[in-house]
């Protein structure tokens, strides 16, 4: 077998005028080349990522975000007044407010996250924009359910102007728009050309049906998963990951959630599915049996074998005790913010340290305001430490 192969390259050396010696040579220099590009490559990629996530990731890591953690909210929760707090988070929030009117510091606090997230985003890498600036959707189809829960309540088209904040499409024009609709139909018919357009319309019907607000919320939530999903599609390789595994969590919990609303709402099966996102790591079959559930315990026992039973059981106890779903929410929004933090480790050279600080950024701002919320109402202490969401508990 050797020799015909020496009789081989020999006739190859007479019919190129190449000698035994230089084919080897050259067949030595290939395979040494295939193994140094699949040795060097990767760590190649590695470096390039972390050189152009350097600059981003240190400046995020500057600003923190202090109030996700129990050691510094928990001297927030122990304020005596609104005026405190906001002198305790100023190294954080330089808010532009006079005295402590709850809707224009709700609406101070909105307005500097918003101003953070788009400073962030103007110097990130390109390559992680899309999923970014998708993400910037949840602060529209917030500040629409603002107005739709506005309108369903009778609130004054003053008042529901004064608790909206104009960020991005969201005009102050439409803002204005929204507030003096005379009906959810004409929200509906106000917001037809919009990307909220269809997917609200669509709503509309079983938002009239069941008198219930979930339908046009979970419709709202399902345009700012429509962006997320697609981003993924526009992130390269060397980072897309991490993201797509936040989007299945997103997925998954928003589903439980959604089901979980739904069930507790009275909502027939065929009205909550047709909310369920697509997508996730839940297969399509058992969500259909989620939805079916008799109950809130046969949704938790229909999902045994997934990998969030353990979340699920612990909110089942606290939901046993005092019946409410508020269980569940907490600790789904606990999980996806632990999650974040484990990619700020993991991802640590790219592009961990801003999706924790993206995502994180936005709960630290809801625990401000449940801070807020808290004092005002004079609730305990004990109170305070469930409603607000740290990434280690409180």
């Known amino acids: 077998m050797l020799g015909d192969l020496l009789n081989l390259l020999n006739q190859f050396d007479k019919l190129l005028g190449v000698a035994l010696i230089e084919w080897l040579y050259v067949i ?22 972390a050189m152009r996530f350097a600059y ?24 005596k007044n609104v005026s405190e707090v906001i002198s305790r988070i100023a190294d954080s ?8 009117d709850p809707d224009e510091i709700e609406k101070a606090l909105k307005l500097a996250l918003f101003r953070t997230y788009k400073n962030t985003i103007a110097r990130v890498p390109k390559c992680i924009k899309p999923f970014l600036e998708s993400y910037l959707t949840k602060f529209e189809a917030e500040q629409l359910k603002v107005a739709i829960k506005g309108k369903n309540a009778g609130l ?22 929204l507030a003096e609709a005379d009906s959810m139909d004409r929200i509906v018919q106000i ?10 319309s669509n709503a509309l ?17 399902r345009c700012v998963f429509q962006g997320l999903s697609e981003s993924t599609s526009k992130i390269p390789a060397s980072v897309v990951a991490a993201i797509s595994k936040f989007v299945d969590t997103y997925v998954d919990v928003t589903n439980i959630k959604a089901v979980i609303r739904g069930k507790k709402e009275g909502f027939e099966p065929e009205t909550t599915r047709k909310y369920l ?10 969500l259909i049996q989620v939805a079916e559930s008799r ?62 600080f993206i995502i994180a950024k936005d709960y630290e701002v809801r625990n401000i305001r449940a801070a807020l919320h808290g004092i005002r109402e004079s609730m305990s202490l004990e109170k305070m430490k469930d409603i607000v969401i740290c990434e280690e508990g409180i």
């Open 156 to 177: 004054s088209p003053d008042t529901i102007k004064k608790k909206m904040v104009s960020v991005g499409n969201i005009t102050p024009d439409l803002i204005g728009e």
């Open 93 to 100: 929030y330089k808010l532009d407010v006079t005295g402590d």
């Open 295 to 356: 109950d809130v315990a046969e949704i938790v026992s229909t999902l045994e074998k997934t990998k969030y039973v353990p979340l699920l059981k612990k909110a089942m106890s606290e939901y046993e005790k005092s019946g409410s779903i508020y269980a569940f929410e907490a600790i789904f929004d606990r999980h996806l913010l632990h999650m974040v933090f484990g990619f700020a480790r993991k991802n640590t050279f790219d592009v961990g340290p801003i999706m924790r």
């Open 56 to 79: 981003p990731n240190a400046r995020v890591r500057a600003i923190g975000v202090p109030y996700v953690l129990a050691t510094n909210m928990h001297p927030l929760l122990e304020s």
């Open 28 to 49: 030595v220099l290939a395979v040494f080349a295939v193994v140094i590009v699949k040795i060097i490559a990767p760590k190649a990629q590695i470096l390039v990522n």
């Open 205 to 221: 019907l079983d938002y009239e049906k069941t008198g219930s607000m979930l339908p046009l919320e979970l419709a709202l939530d």
């Open 277 to 286: 996102l697509p997508g996730g790591t839940l297969p399509a079959w058992m």
């Open 191 to 200: 917001l037809s050309d919009t990307a909220y357009g269809k997917t609200l």
